[in-house]
């Protein structure tokens, strides 16, 4: 068998398969035995027809299918050995049909060619932003983290975020307390004016005392959700709307959050045994907690920062095989049309110059994914999908088991492959290149965030401090 290749520009070109009678014929005599020894062949005991009936029979047939297998390996063989750094898949070029009575063939595969790159991370030097940690925000935390760790209590007046104790009456058009079967009345009614939607409803409670009466609208305070409305009025959800209008809470009792006190017992709380002893120490281990809440928004935007130099400096004046990937393209997927396969090319161009330069990147750095690192990143996915619906602190128990089902998911899986490849690449480009660290207030980090965004139109996140 000969295999060449023939380029017809600088990235296309042609792989040239010349198969020989010797490269096919064994094969097409075992497949023909196969079909006599398993076939049910009208005429003929099953494995009892000789090879002349099934050379006339079958012989066409199989001669294809084997020369066509043939000739694919063949070429794929040929990249393979050559170390050909290909776009898509070979393409069978069109041809005349098959005289399946010659004894030599000649099959071309159509081939585009990722461009040739040299990527120099060494003498490249990117921006990376750390937040600075303000008073503020260890205050706010302070703050936070003394609620959590505190305790519920009593109170005869409203405070900040109280809850509020009494019975809720429905009350008639003229402000009177509505009576009858069909009255919603409530004697063991709780509110939360903080978590109120209307900031209206909520002043209401201010600087109330117990006894008072408040009348406020149900409706208004969750901007008419029905599982809250017939959570705080104790009804069935079909009968919301009968909950329109006006309510009289007559204040019982008040639950305040009495924040917890400085002292070894909350710090041990917070921190684990023997890491906190004082104050000082204290708010240096917040500020540590808030620095490792705030360092993912300066990996993204490096990330970002990262993208956009690569792309710019690589991807700006990168050719591409445009007429292979236009039959590429309409080979592999049915639905596009001929006359859109133009407009659809350019629109993703930027995607295919980019996914040459990661795998480029991937290559130089020798970034490989290892089933760990898959394992990882799902790990850390699963355990942010926890702390989005406040089961953080079932972790220990569900993100093994989390983390197993998403593994098995097939598509799941591919995204949780592609995270920690990103996670790996980013890293190691962080690790190659010399930064130019800068320190910056949250405030200015927005700033430059929204710069981006505006200058790009997409979206580089830049999270608030959250409490841990």
């Known amino acids: 068998m ?39 062949i009208p005429g003929f005991r099953k494995g009892h027809i000789d090879m002349n009936q099934l050379r006339k029979r079958f012989g066409n047939e199989v001669k294809a299918h084997v020369l066509n297998e043939v000739s694919a390996d063949a070429c794929l063989k040929y990249i393979e050995d050559n170390k050909l750094d290909i776009l898509g898949q070979p393409i069978p070029a069109e041809h005349e049909a098959i005289d399946l009575e010659a004894k030599e063939y000649t099959f071309k595969y159509e081939i585009g060619f990722a461009p040739e790159l040299n990527l120099d991370f060494a003498n490249t030097t990117l921006p990376f932003y750390n937040i600075a940690v303000s008073d503020e925000m260890i205050d706010e935390q302070d703050k936070a983290l003394r609620q959590q760790a505190g305790t519920q209590e009593p109170a005869q007046e409203y405070a900040e975020r109280a809850l509020v104790k009494g019975s809720i009456m429905q009350l008639n058009e003229d402000g009177s307390v509505k009576e009858g079967d069909d009255a919603i009345q409530v004697t063991d009614g709780i509110v939360a004016p903080f978590l109120f939607k209307s900031a209206d409803e909520a002043k209401k409670f201010e600087g109330t005392k117990v006894g008072d009466k408040v009348v406020f609208d149900a409706f208004a305070t969750c901007d008419g959700n029905e599982a809250e409305i017939a959570s705080m009025l104790h009804i ?61 928004n300066s990996n993204q935007l490096f990330t970002r920062n990262a993208e956009d130099y690569l792309m710019e400096t690589y991807g700006a004046g990168m050719a591409l095989p445009e007429t292979f990937l236009r039959k ?27 996914e040459i330069l990661e795998n480029k990147a991937a290559e130089t750095l020798g970034v490989k994914v290892e089933e760990d690192d898959v394992k990882a990143a799902a790990r850390t996915y699963g355990m942010e999908q926890l702390q989005q619906y406040g089961m953080a602190h079932m972790a220990d128990q569900m993100l093994d088991y989390f983390t197993e089902n998403m593994l098995k998911d097939e598509k799941q899986r591919r995204q949780l492959v592609h995270m920690a490849f990103n996670n790996k690449l980013f890293a190691a480009i962080h690790a190659a290149v010399k930064l130019d660290e800068k320190t910056v207030s949250l405030d200015e980090f927005r700033a430059i965030v929204a710069a981006l965004n505006n200058a790009t139109g997409e979206q580089v996140a830049a999270e608030e401090t959250p409490a841990e």
């Open 2 to 40: 000969d295999v060449t290749l023939e380029k017809t520009s600088e990235l296309e070109g042609f792989i040239v398969v010349k198969v020989a009678e010797a490269d096919y014929a064994d094969r097409v005599k075992k497949e023909l035995k196969e079909i006599g020894a398993t076939r049910q």
């Open 328 to 354: 590429f393209m309409l080979r592999t997927n049915s639905e596009i049309k001929e006359e859109d396969i133009d407009g659809i090319v350019k629109r993703n161009i930027p995607a295919i110059k980019w």
């Open 236 to 296: 069935d959800r079909d009968k919301v709307e009968s909950a329109r209008g006006n309510f009289e809470m007559t204040i019982t009792e008040f639950v305040v959050n009495k924040p917890a006190e400085l002292g070894e017992e909350f710090y041990n709380k917070v921190f684990g045994a023997d890491k906190v002893h004082n104050e000082e120490e204290y708010r240096k281990a917040i500020s540590e907690m808030i620095a490792r809440a705030l360092q993912p």
